[in-house]
């Protein structure tokens, strides 16, 4: 067993599976520690071709079209999941029947630096933003502090640096908790709870109990008191935890949090302690009021840390947002085109339409997830002139906007087509906004929502090149 802080005996052996980027920081951080590591993806292709040569001069073996099958005598000692990789997939069910410890490369991560103090950043939506902010904010204030985990830099990079940072921030996925076992932040936040990844987790308890144990395994919690399931189990669950709430001190559960008042950040740190008010809201370039309430968790877990208000300031004017998340790409002829690109189910795609102004032409479709589409549809309604349909799920979403009696739709299949579709359209019905925000992944055309996000992008900007 790999214990904190202690290194194999000579030529364990180790698998990792999954040839991505934290697939191999995981294998290159084995390595270095003396194991002997085999890496393995189903896929292959002529980059994966590429990248077996290059780790091949590592001393790293690379299988490609293979899937880990634990039949003979020749096993690990120790298997490492990448974060998409199933936690349930037979052969990892028969690794752990079999004694062979199984973990996350977060938890790999976690091993070589939980002598560091962390904050570790999940929920459903909400999380990018947050954890790329906390990070700004704690750069601002003079610490070496990089984002990792599903933003920035896989975990196992921030344990291969030269240099161990100050402070590790981490955005942390109901798939990397679940394949971890140690992993105990400082702080941690919990940004909203929905039904998400259910056809992974099966129920949503199963999905609000993983999320759960990384809150109960840190030293502090934060939580967004706006959030309505958050908000019902905190006062039994979370009554130790702060708080933020964007509508004031009263929605705060319990008596120390943060909270928006006439137009302020304030910190009430214990029930008799003086508020505190630390930034302008306003100071937040960002629209919407989820990204208020993300300015509250960020402000809180860098107040948690002792960071001053003043660095915190700084960092909150300057903060540019994140790629792919209503990310402002280019205006043409009054039109704004907004890329939400990481809008992947349905409660953040509703959050992308509440955050821009009407009317509005709306670019969504992809590969659909199990979910409660009611409100997206009803914003749909409220807020879109039209909208243009594209990938797998685009005849599904016809279907259901039909039967709630909205009919302004054309299926367009692709990317391609729906951007110059939709200037035309926004002219027509003088839409002040073309929004991609898709309310499914991407995997039905593209590799991930980042290359889908860069599509749209570049498809916006060649058009407003050619001049429309």
């Keep these: ?29 084995l390595k270095r520690e003396g194991w002997e590591v085999v890496l393995s993806d189903r896929n292959t292709s002529e980059t994966l071709l590429n990248q077996q040569q290059a780790l091949a001069e590592e001393q790293i073996t690379v299988k ?35 004694g062979i410890e199984t973990i996350g490369e977060m938890e790999l991560a976690w091993r070589h630096l939980h002598r560091l103090p962390w904050v570790g950043i999940t929920g459903t939506n909400g999380k990018t933003t947050t954890t790329a902010l906390i990070a700004a904010i704690f750069q601002a204030a003079g610490f070496d502090a990089p984002a990792c985990g599903n933003i920035g ?24 908790i679940e394949s971890s076992v140690s992993l105990a932040p400082r702080i941690s936040v919990w940004t909203t709870f929905t039904p998400d990844h259910l056809a992974r987790h099966k129920t949503l308890e199963n999905y609000y109990n993983i999320k759960a144990k990384l809150l109960r395994q840190s030293q ?92 915190i300031a700084k960092a909150v004017q300057e903060f540019p947002g994140v790629p792919h998340r209503l990310e402002h790409i280019c205006t043409w002829e009054g039109i704004d085109f907004i890329n939400d690109s990481k809008a992947t189910n349905y409660d953040a795609a509703e959050v992308g339409l509440a955050s821009v102004s009407s009317p509005v032409v709306l670019i ?13 549809l009803a914003s749909i309604q409220a807020k879109a002139a039209t909208v243009l349909l594209i990938g797998a799920a685009a005849p599904a979403f016809a279907q259901r906007l039909q039967e709630v009696g909205y009919s302004n739709y054309e299926i367009v299949a692709t990317m391609e087509n729906a951007v110059p579709r939709s200037a035309e359209l ?43």
Aim: with cysteine.
């Design 220 to 311: 502090l919690q934060i939580f967004n008191g706006d959030d309505a399931y958050l908000q019902k189990v905190g006062v039994t669950d979370w009554a130790d935890a702060y708080w933020t709430s964007v509508r004031g001190k009263e929605f705060l559960i319990g008596e120390k949090g943060f909270y928006i008042e006439d137009g302020w950040v304030v910190e009430q740190l214990q029930a008799d302690s003086a508020p505190q008010r630390i930034i302008e809201a306003s100071a937040l370039r960002m629209v919407g009021a989820h990204n208020q309430q993300n300015l509250l968790m960020s402000v809180a877990a860098a107040r948690l840390a002792g960071i001053a208000p003043e660095a």
């Design 426 to 468: 926004a002219k027509k019905h003088q839409a002040t906004v073309v929004l991609l925000s898709p309310a499914c992944a991407s995997f039905d055309q593209y590799p991930n929502f980042e290359v889908r996000g860069d599509r749209f992008r570049q498809l916006c900007l060649e058009f407003v090149q050619k001049g429309g």
């Design 364 to 376: 969504a479709g992809g590969e659909a997830k199990p979910g409660d589409d009611t409100a997206w």
């Design 153 to 176: 830099y896989a975990a196992c990079e921030v344990a291969l640096a030269e240099k161990a940072p100050d402070w590790v921030i981490g955005e942390m996925s109901s798939y990397q």
């Design 1 to 29: 067993m790999l214990n904190q802080g202690t290194l194999p005996q000579s030529m364990s052996k180790a698998h990792v599976i999954g040839l991505g980027k934290s697939g191999i920081a995981a294998a290159r951080l």
């Design 64 to 98: 490609l079209g293979h899937s880990l099958e634990l039949d003979g005598a020749d096993l690990p000692d120790l298997i490492v999941v990448s974060p998409g990789v199933p936690w349930d997939i037979p052969a990892l069910v028969k690794a752990r029947e079999l």
